[in-house]
């Protein structure tokens, strides 16, 4: 009873949870007096992983409003000041990274995204279309062998076969 209970809250939590999408890797780079920008969305994470920063350049992250200037330096935690965490950022979207380069030389850096999360369905749900095709039946069945099935109703099952397989099966009432 206890491993029906444990695969049942695994389906619960793998229907409901959601899933990270798969990351995306992306450059910013700016050359003399240029600025390169990149909006991370709502739900994406954007971790900044190595770069080259010269001084007077700056990465620039806005949150809410509020800008937080990165300078050359920072990502080492060679000048810490007080309140500060040194290392590249790590960014929860909404927010925008704007690499500005005001020295000689280009500036870059290179940056992961984690993409917005995503709900998975996975290939045994049984969806209700929305549609104008009338009505549908919610049939629960059971097997012994996978291969003769029949009705069944929600409750409590002994043990007393050696496996008792369940599935959901949507179909239309005419």
Same mark, same amino acid.
């Given at each position: 009873? %206890?491993?029906?209970?444990?695969?049942? !809250?695994?389906? /619960?939590?793998?229907?409901?949870? @959601?899933?990270?999408?798969?990351?995306?890797?992306?450059?910013?780079?700016?050359?003399?007096?240029?600025?390169? +920008?990149?909006? !991370?969305?709502?739900?994406?994470?954007? &971790?900044?992983?190595?770069? %080259?920063?010269?001084?007077? +350049? %700056?990465?620039?992250?806005?949150?809410?409003?509020?800008?937080?200037?990165?300078?050359?330096?920072? /990502?080492?935690?060679?000048?810490?000041?007080?309140?500060? !965490?040194?290392? @590249?950022?790590?960014?929860?979207?909404?927010?925008? =990274? $704007?690499?500005?380069?005001?020295?000689?030389?280009?500036?870059?850096?290179?940056?992961?995204?984690?993409? #917005?999360?995503?709900? *998975?369905?996975?290939?045994?749900?049984? *969806?209700? #279309?929305?549609?104008?095709?009338?009505?549908?039946?919610?049939? =629960?069945?059971?097997?012994?062998?996978?291969? $003769?099935?029949?009705?069944?109703?929600?409750?409590?099952?002994?043990?007393?076969?050696?496996?008792?397989?369940?599935?959901?099966?949507?179909? &239309?009432?005419?």
């Amino acid at each position: 009873m %206890k491993c029906a209970k444990i695969l049942l !809250i695994g389906m /619960f939590l793998g229907l409901c949870c @959601p899933n990270l999408s798969a990351n995306s890797y992306t450059n910013l780079v700016a050359g003399p007096s240029q600025v390169a +920008s990149l909006y !991370i969305r709502t739900g994406e994470v954007a &971790r900044v992983l190595s770069g %080259k920063l010269a001084t007077p +350049s %700056k990465l620039t992250v806005t949150l809410n409003g509020s800008n937080f200037d990165y300078l050359p330096g920072d /990502f080492s935690g060679s000048s810490p000041s007080a309140g500060y !965490i040194p290392g @590249p950022p790590i960014i929860a979207g909404p927010a925008m =990274l $704007t690499l500005v380069c005001n020295g000689s030389s280009p500036v870059f850096c290179s940056v992961e995204i984690k993409g #917005p999360t995503e709900h *998975v369905m996975p290939s045994t749900a049984v *969806v209700i #279309p929305a549609d104008s095709g009338g009505p549908v039946n919610i049939i =629960l069945e059971s097997s012994i062998d996978l291969i $003769t099935w029949t009705g069944a109703l929600p409750g409590t099952y002994g043990t007393s076969t050696t496996n008792r397989f369940f599935r959901v099966r949507a179909e &239309r009432t005419p």
